[in-house]
């Protein structure tokens, strides 16, 4: 039996690892979690009962996390990576005659994870500067009457942060739901979570994966109109989201001024490593993430990610995709691997 004929031609979504001293490539955390919370986490561990179902609601997580945002647990959705909650929401909402709009480039999952669920994408364009186009985005909603629009602030892969009228101006001209991916927006000068009610049709999806430092385990969130968590909870499996993860997160939400002075950390470094590219012969976007995108002056960008990695430098290869000719996209690492990138950068670039 064939699998269906829209995924035919369908490809996964890919992060090629190689071996290399220095992996700049996947956006994670270069530090790991606290020590203390590794601690208290596997403390716990050892009193889970691995023999019984985990709570199938994630009761203690998602209240914690309601605590950090100022909402109550019936407003938080909680899955195994925001990916997966990015996938409950076009379950639930998408499917067959429905569409979801994205406005390119952005992040790829939005679109792969839509068609997977059998859902049309309709792809508007952002604008010359790569930012959001609200003349276009008006056009797409008002052609397409999206049942979900989706936006990634800051953006992945450009790092852009949307303004916050730019985020209203989507919001009151959504026919659907409006999702701002906000994986990165931690490190952002702003989020959207302060701009939610529980009458309007804005969510706002999050992640540990970042500045949790806990991409290995996993764990996203969502937070959202009460009526759209109960719709999420309709798609998704009978105890999706394990007792480990539960305990994971609700702990890592006691640390969070650790949390904090990571980002700091790393803030301060991506403006670091921002200056330095600027007296080398590329091109650079601003960031609100904990990444930069950055296009070679004169040099096909392929060639240069392979002279990077022969210089033992992972970077991730933006070259091919769609209007991000001959880009490179990289992780803000510690100082050490950013000094190290930058040096073979700008080795690779001499005349």
Known sequence: MPVRHDLAGLEGYHSPQVSVEVRLNTNESPYPPPQAWRDAFLEELATVPLHRYPDRSARALRTALGGLHGVGPERVFA???SNEVLQALCLAYGGRDRAVAVFEPTYALHSHIARITGTEVVVGERGPDLALDLAEVHRVLGEARPAITFLCSPNNPTGMVDPAGATRAVVDAAPGLVVVDEAYGQ??????????SDEGPLVVVRTFSKTWAMAGLRLGYCVAPARVVEALEQVTLPYHLDAAKQAAGRL???FGAEMEKRVTRL???????ARALAALPVDTWPSGAN??????????????????????VLVRNCATWHRLAGCLRVTVGTPDENDAFLAALAAVLAP
């Open 79 to 81: 899955a195994n990576g």
């Open 267 to 273: 803030v301060a470094e991506r403006e670091r490593v």
């Open 187 to 196: 490190f952002a000068p702003r989020s959207c979570v302060g701009d939610m």
């Open 252 to 254: 890592a939400l006691r």
């Open 291 to 312: 990444f930069l995108l950055l296009r070679p002056h004169d040099r096909d960008g392929t060639e240069v990610w392979q002279a990077l990695v022969d210089r033992s």
